[in-house]
């Protein structure tokens, strides 16, 4: 089975500073891990996906995470946040092949006060 | 990118009335889509898994009987909450499983149950 532990409900940083969400997984296998967001009535959209291939992943909106297997970790990063950033973050995580159900994680709501 | 989208985004109906979701993958075909719950201020729950041709798999919990799944195309799965009641009212969300372990999201359908 696969877990995902979301360590913040709620992060408010300044506009301009750098945003930090942090995650922790846990999975029986290779997990693939991602990043969505969720704007208020809106749709969940994918900001960044690990699978496998290299730690450090790149995503939309100058977004990125790090796949740190000995901390069990894939926390988010911006160096800049920008107004429009503010929304709910999940991080997901899928288990074994096959079973391509997310598991996700209780979210991040990030504020952006300008 | 890949587009889901769902029908109707919001009801209303009294309890004991049942309720059709519509969830569309509008531009790749899905053997595998997803269905989710969220509740307010929460995370997303599975709900079931649904494959085109075969019966859905739900979630330890899920009633089978009272959440219907259909996925007759490969472009199309319908939830259908059945005698609906006031607990009932959630936020329903689905996915259509592309690639590479990336699943789409539709922008949900808000019931509310009188």
């Known amino acids: 089975a696969q877990s995902v532990t979301q360590l913040d409900s709620h992060v408010s940083v300044s506009e301009g500073t750098p945003v930090l969400l942090r995650c922790n997984y846990s999975s029986s296998y290779s997990p693939s891990l991602f990043w969505y967001v969720q704007h208020p009535n809106k749709g969940l959209q994918l900001l960044l996906k690990y699978t496998s291939a290299a730690t450090l992943v790149k995503g939309i909106n100058g977004f990125e995470a790090e796949f740190k297997k000995s901390e069990t970790s894939f926390h988010l990063t911006k160096p800049s946040a920008h107004m429009s950033d503010a929304a709910e973050y999940f991080c997901v995580v899928t288990g074994y092949t096959g079973r391509r159900a997310l598991t996700f994680g209780s979210g991040t709501r990030l504020q952006v006060q300008p | ?114």
């Not at chain 2, 889901?4 to 509008?26: A, D, Y």
């Not at chain 2, 729950?45 to 009633?63: F, I, R």
């Not at chain 2, 939830?79 to 789409?104: G, M």
């Open chain 2, 1 to 114: 990118g890949a587009v889901v989208s769902q029908h109707p985004s919001r009801v209303i109906c009294k309890s004991g009335t049942s309720v059709k979701i519509e969830c569309r993958s509008l531009d790749f075909q899905a053997t595998t889509m997803f269905w989710y719950r969220q509740f307010p201020k929460q995370s997303l729950m599975l709900m079931a898994t649904s494959n085109e041709g075969s019966k859905a798999t739900y979630e330890q919990g899920v009633e089978k009987d009272k959440f219907l799944i259909n996925h007759a195309s490969l472009t199309l799965s319908t939830l259908t909450v059945t005698s609906a009641h006031p607990e009932d009212s959630s936020f329903y969300i689905c996915s259509a499983y592309r690639d590479q372990e990336t699943q789409y999201f539709g922008p949900g359908t808000r019931l509310l149950v009188l």
